[in-house]
């Protein structure tokens, strides 16, 4: 082959050599170079192009390198047959299809994000009231890390998680949720999830989980692509049925006892005994209890959690920092039965800590300068305020049949009287620009009927106006339908 054809664009932002590239794989690929065929030498396509022989050798020598030529001394560069290591005919469909789907999921990305934009007022159940956050204190916490612990402060630390802050929750567990434990059983994690998965390595995937319906459905979701098999159990009043629990092969219990979610419920000690019983019954029966939502409790005393009464080492406990601080902290924490920790460092010991080191030196010392608490004792106080208000607020309408899940938590489960399912409702209220939530999502499978639809209304990131004007609009939803309907 004496000169190659190429069309070059000086105008482009792309280098000459990456056109020259580019133009040569892509002839190779569809066949128009054949496999040993030889190419023009750099000298003359270089002349040929008006180029400089350095940018077609910067082209040539990028194709040798990911093996789209090759070169012999003393002879020149021949095309190689990348057809023999892989069929590359259709890499034009296979690129535009590639580039459909990233589109297709840039669009949903979009989408997403107008329509969180669109909405006047989400009654989300994550949202925090985060306006009141003693942001001054922690960034004169890290700066002070910073400065005085710099270079200590950017290591990988410990794999398990820093021991100091692994004192401090220790310490905080006992005293606030009455865990018993040594700062050894504690593991930090990045996310209830990342702790989920190295249980799922240590425990092995022979174990069944049984988990409440409706539940906490990334927990559910994170179960079954880990592998394991998940059973649904049913709730009475007082959570999991554990008669239910016994018809299952279940050997692992995952349970909400202090505020489940979505309900509610609390769990009486008769019920917690009763799980801890079934535990008992079997060698390698154990209970994951997520204290989910644990600190935010509006009447009477915190309940203490499940891991307090367990004197045989059967409840594995899940606790994490991001209601009661923020989520972008990503600090979680797992407490571990004695008898498993060195089963845990045999599996996992190798993994390195997911959480920075500053971000726990800096909880670390935001607890023990006293933020921690105050900021807690605040939020506690908002959220209090927001559940009285909502709570008010609601008792004025006609179309609220039954208020469940009072007292704890940042939402309120509403029955609904109206002629509308729950997912008309949903769609009314969008098209409002109301977003509310029903029940029946969070359903594993079994979703049960009902007269009445059922919404849950968070209020953890919402003003009070924001409250009594999202209710006002509901309202109006509500009202419109029941004439249409008369």
């Known amino acids: 082959m004496k000169e190659l054809a ?25 066949g128009r170079i054949l496999q040993g065929e030889k190419l ?46 892989y069929d590359l005919t259709d890499i034009h469909t296979a690129d535009t299809q590639s580039q459909s789907i990233l589109t297709e999921i840039r669009s949903e990305i979009a989408a997403e994000k107008d329509q969180k934009e669109t909405y006047r007022i989400d009654f989300s159940l994550n949202a925090l009231a985060l306006e009141s956050f003693p942001y001054n204190g922690l960034s004169k916490i890290m700066k002070n890390l910073l400065l005085d612990e710099g270079e200590q402060i950017m290591s990988s630390g410990s794999a398990f998680g820093e021991a100091n802050l692994k004192e401090t929750i220790c310490d905080y567990l006992f005293h606030a949720r009455n865990v018993r434990c040594v700062p050894e059983q504690i593991v930090i994690g990045a996310g209830n999830e990342y702790l989920q998965l190295l249980l799922a390595q240590m425990l092995g995937k022979e174990h069944c989980v049984a988990m409440e319906s409706p539940t ?63 535990a008992m019954e079997e060698p390698e029966r154990y209970i994951i209890e997520d ?102 607020e609601l008792r004025k309408y ?50 049960p009927k009902r007269e009445y639809p059922i919404l849950l209304l968070g209020y953890g990131g919402l003003t009070e106006e924001q409250i009594a004007d999202g209710l006002q609009m509901i309202d109006g939803v509500l009202a419109e339908m029941a004439c249409q309907t008369l």
């Open 40 to 85: 023009p030498s750099t000298r003359f396509e270089a002349d040929y192009l008006q180029v400089s022989r350095s940018t077609v050798e910067l082209a040539y020598d990028q194709l040798v390198s990911e093996g789209y030529i090759h070169a012999e001394p003393y002879r020149g560069y021949f095309a190689c047959d990348v057809r023999e290591l």
């Open 291 to 392: 204290d989910y939502d644990s600190e935010f409790r509006y009447k009477g005393k915190p309940i203490p959690a499940l891991q307090g009464i367990d004197r045989f080492g059967r409840v594995i406990y899940l606790g994490t920092f991001s209601k009661s601080v923020a989520p972008s902290t990503r600090i979680s924490y797992m407490v571990l039965p004695k008898q498993l920790l060195s089963r845990f460092r045999e599996c996992c010991g190798f993994y390195a800590c997911t959480v920075p080191n500053l971000m726990q030196q800096a909880i670390c010392q935001f607890m023990k300068a006293g933020y921690f608490e105050k900021n807690l004792n605040r939020m506690r106080a908002i959220y209090k305020a927001k559940h009285d208000f909502m709570l008010a």
């Open 6 to 30: 190429i069309t070059l664009d000086a105008e482009k932002k792309q280098p000459l050599y990456e056109q020259i590239y580019e133009a040569l794989r892509e002839a190779i690929l569809q």
């Open 216 to 278: 906490y459905l990334r927990a559910y979701k994170t179960f079954r692509n880990i592998g394991f098999p998940v059973q649904e159990v049913a709730l009475d009043e007082s959570g999991m049925r554990v008669d239910l629990l016994r018809e299952t092969d279940a050997s692992i219990a995952y349970v909400m006892p202090s505020h489940q979610f979505p309900l509610g419920i609390v769990m009486p000690m008769k019920r917690r005994l009763e799980l801890l019983n079934w």
């Open 398 to 447: 006609p179309w609220v049949l039954n208020i469940m899940g009072e007292n704890s938590g940042l939402h309120l489960l509403v029955e609904v009287g109206t002629t509308l399912t729950e997912q008309g409702v949903i769609q009314k209220c969008a098209e409002q620009k109301i977003r509310v939530y029903g029940l029946s999502e969070y359903y594993i499978s079994q979703n």
